[in-house]
């Protein structure tokens, strides 16, 4: 087989299962995801906002999140039948950072860079 026709054949092959889990996708209700804010009261710099982000999705479940460091603010988007606000508050106070009325893990806190404490 030429490799003309080994692409053929895996483009076709994607083209074939893109098509199935749209029309999978149209037969299921969509997923109605819950957005809660989360209040971010020790985030200080950039490097704040990278570490909230990773424990924020490192939850199962999360559909989207904006870490806003002007603000203190998240906002995070999630499945509520896979998780809940405060599995993700427990996650961001586990990375060492108060989450709304969640106290941070002072370990985790005093493993920060520097410029995080
Ligand atoms: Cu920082």
Redesign the pocket.
């Known amino acids: 087989m030429n490799s003309l026709a080994i692409f053929t054949l895996v483009f076709g092959f994607l083209f074939i299962i893109g098509c199935g889990s749209q029309q999978e996708q149209e037969g299921l209700p969509a997923i109605e995801y819950t957005t809660e804010t989360i209040k971010l009261e020790t985030?200080?710099?950039?490097?704040?906002v990278a570490t909230v982000q990773k424990a924020i999705a490192e939850v199962e479940g999360i559909y989207e999140a904006n870490v806003d460091l002007t603000a203190k603010m998240a906002t995070v988007s999630f499945d509520a039948d896979m998780t809940t606000l405060n599995e993700i508050e427990k996650s961001i106070a586990k990375a060492g950072y108060h989450a709304n009325e969640t106290t941070r893990d002072d370990d985790a806190y005093a493993r920060?860079?520097d410029?995080?404490r």
Do not use: N, S
């Not at 985030?43 to 704040?48: K, L």
């Open positions: 985030i200080h710099c950039q490097m704040c920060l860079p410029c995080c």
